[in-house]
């Protein structure tokens, strides 16, 4: 029902910094979103979450470097990153978690197609 569309990945040196976007084809103002990455041969894991009330989460390797924000109005979430370390590398994939329509189930959630990120050294 929800389309996630990634953008801004690319190349950077170490050190640098990238900011990506996460549009959405529907309204988000209840939803929580997210950002999470994937290594080659690796999980998937959490980088930052927003609540629809705007409180945030980060993943320890990303708190005091990115920064995760929403614009309800543009239907769009953000991550700005900075001091990009090469172990950022990964693809990154933006997420919209809502409640279940049905009681007692857990969320659904929806997935973008991801953006790549490479940091080299």
């Known amino acids: 029902q929800v389309q996630l569309v990634e953008s801004g990945g690319g190349l950077v040196q170490a050190g640098g910094s990238l900011t990506l976007s996460c549009a959405a084809s529907?309204?988000?103002?209840?939803?929580?979103m997210g950002w999470y990455r994937q290594a080659p041969g690796k999980q998937r894991d959490l980088v930052a979450t927003?609540?629809?009330?705007?409180?945030?989460n980060y993943a320890d390797s990303s708190k005091g470097r990115f920064t995760i924000s929403r614009d309800n109005a543009k239907n769009t979430v953000y991550l700005q990153m900075n001091s990009l370390k090469p172990s950022d590398t990964a693809v990154y994939y933006c997420?919209?978690?809502?409640?279940?329509?049905?009681?007692?189930?857990?969320?659904?959630?929806?997935w973008g197609q991801g953006t790549q990120v490479t940091v080299s050294s």
């Open positions: 927003i609540t629809s009330g705007g409180a945030s």
């Open positions: 997420n919209a978690q809502t409640q279940s329509p049905l009681p007692l189930l857990p969320p659904v959630n929806y």
């Open positions: 529907a309204n988000i103002w209840s939803f929580s």
